[in-house]
């Protein structure tokens, strides 16, 4: 069975400040990884995936991941955060030969400090 | 492009009255939609998929009688929560599978059961 940990339900920066969210994953298989970011009262919105091409991703907005085989590591991240990447952001795998089904991290909420 | 719709954004309604909720894949065709439930802080619950033209697949625990899914065309998934009581209020998230394989999420139907 897949899973998804991502450390850090609440991860606070300063505006300009590296912005680092990290997610680990479980999968019997080579998965495919996604990260997606939910604003309020807002559906999900793609903001990566790797899909067994390059292992480092680069997405909109500015983020990126880097997939880690050694370490199940997909962790995303951003070189100077802005006030609107204030949201929450969920890591999700899937498996590539089954039903696409997408297993959620618990998510973690980004808070930028002016 | 790929941009999924659902409609109604926000319902109130009676307990014991049934409501509806599409799903509609506005620029792709998707055999395979899914369901999710997301509570107040918490990450996405998938529901069930919806797949074009055969029954919907419930997850454990979902009461397929109590959410009906319908996918009657490539592109519109219907939910519809029958007798709903207060404790079906929740935030209702669909998702479309694209040829890319990846999910596109709609914007969420944020359902009050009163």
């Known amino acids: 069975a897949q899973s998804v940990t991502q450390l850090g339900s609440h991860v606070s920066v300063s505006e300009g400040a590296l912005v680092l969210l990290r997610c680990n994953y479980s999968s019997s298989v080579p998965p495919y990884l996604f990260w997606y970011v939910q604003y309020p009262n807002q559906g999900l919105q793609l903001l990566l995936k790797?899909?067994?091409?390059?292992?480092l991703v680069k997405g909109i907005n500015g983020f990126e991941a880097e997939f880690k085989k050694s370490e199940t590591s997909f962790h995303l991240t951003k070189p100077s955060a802005h006030m609107s990447d204030a949201a929450e952001y969920f890591c999700?795998?899937?498996?590539?030969?089954?039903?696409?089904?997408?297993?959620f991290g618990q998510g973690t909420r980004l808070t930028i400090n002016p | 492009g790929a941009v999924v719709s659902q409609h109604p954004s926000r319902v109130i309604c009676k307990s014991g009255t049934s409501v509806k909720i599409e799903c509609r894949s506005l620029?792709?065709?998707?055999?395979?939609m899914f369901w999710y439930r997301q509570f107040p802080k918490q990450s996405l619950m998938l529901m069930a998929t919806s797949n074009e033209g055969s029954k919907a697949t419930y997850e454990q625990g979902v009461e397929k009688d109590k959410f009906l899914i319908n996918h009657a065309s490539l592109t519109l998934s219907t939910l519809t929560v029958t007798s709903a009581h207060p404790e079906d209020s929740s935030f209702y998230i669909c998702?479309?599978?694209?040829?890319?394989?990846?999910?596109?999420f709609g914007p969420g139907t944020r359902l009050l059961v009163l």
């Open positions: 999700a795998v899937s498996d590539p030969g089954g039903a696409q089904k997408l297993v």
């Open positions: 620029d792709f065709q998707a055999t395979t």
């Open positions: 998702s479309a599978i694209h040829r890319d394989e990846t999910q596109y």
């Open positions: 790797y899909t067994s091409a390059a292992t």
